[in-house]
Structures are given as structure tokens and as C-alpha cells.
């Protein structure tokens, strides 16, 4: 993969990640789990400005930005969603990582997915904690916590 296709599907990636994640906030707050809602409704906005970063980037580099987004699946069960993101963020750290291999000689494309690899790595991080949570104390208790406006 060269660095203009990298880009764009990190383009095409971010933006389905974002609807996915608005997707779920908007049932999860549906279901009164107003905190998570939020939480998850943050990460969709970043993804979203990730998304709009990377296809500035490539503007700048005079490429045409396509209009895809990757799908995702929308879950209803929060431990799924969790699972599903941690498993998501484990397998993009790497890539994006590998991937900075092809931005040797362009230091603002890569400093750009840098900051992204910072951003993920965070995500990951709540994540994993937020699993880990609902195995100490329960998922009904987990999501009692999640209450709230």
C-alpha cells in the first residue's frame, strides 16, 4: 500500500468509526446511559476530525479525497461494543505504527499519524480499563454507573 492509499482508507476508516460510534451513543443514551453516551459521542466527534484532518492532508498533497466510509457493525450489548472497540484498537495501533514506515519524508503527514497512534492508544487504554471494570464489579453495576444526565 503506498501513502496515498494508506491515507485514504484511514479517511474511509475514521468515518465509519465515527457514524458507528454516534450510532451507538445515540442508543446507549436511549437507554439512559447518559455518561457512556457521552464518552462514546466524544470519541465520534475526534474520528470524525481525524477524518476531515487526514482528507485535508491529502488536498494538500493534490489528491482528491474519495467519499467512502468503512462499516461497522452497531451493537446494542455494551460489553460487545467494548469488546468490539478494544479488539478494533488492538489491530489498528500496529498498522498505523507500520505504517509510519511510509512517511519517512514527509514529517507532517507523519507527525498528523503520530498524534492519531497517541489518540488510539488512549482509546485503547479506556477501553481495556472499562472491561476491566465490568469484570470487578459486574456489568449491572458497571451500567448503574453509567447512569446519569
Known sequence: MNKIEFLQ???????????????????LRQHGFAKLA????????????EAKQVNARLIELGVTPRVELTEYPVFTDVREML??????????????????????????????????????????????????????IGLENYLIEQLGE
Open 83 to 136: 469488546e468490539y472497540d478494544c479488539k478494533d484498537a488492538a489491530q489498528a495501533l500496529p498498522e498505523m505504527s507500520k505504517a509510519l514506515a511510509l512517511f519517512e519524508d514527509d514529517y507532517v503527514t507523519r507527525s498528523m499519524i503520530q498524534q492519531f497512534i497517541v489518540d488510539e492508544q488512549e482509546h485503547f487504554n479506556w477501553v481495556r480499563q472499562h472491561l476491566f471494570l465490568i469484570d470487578a
Open 38 to 49: 457521552d464518552k462514546i459521542m466524544a470519541e465520534s466527534d475526534e474520528e470524525w476530525n
Open 9 to 27: 482508507e484511514l479517511a474511509k476508516g475514521w468515518f465509519g468509526n465515527s457514524q458507528q460510534h454516534s450510532i451507538q451513543a445515540q442508543l
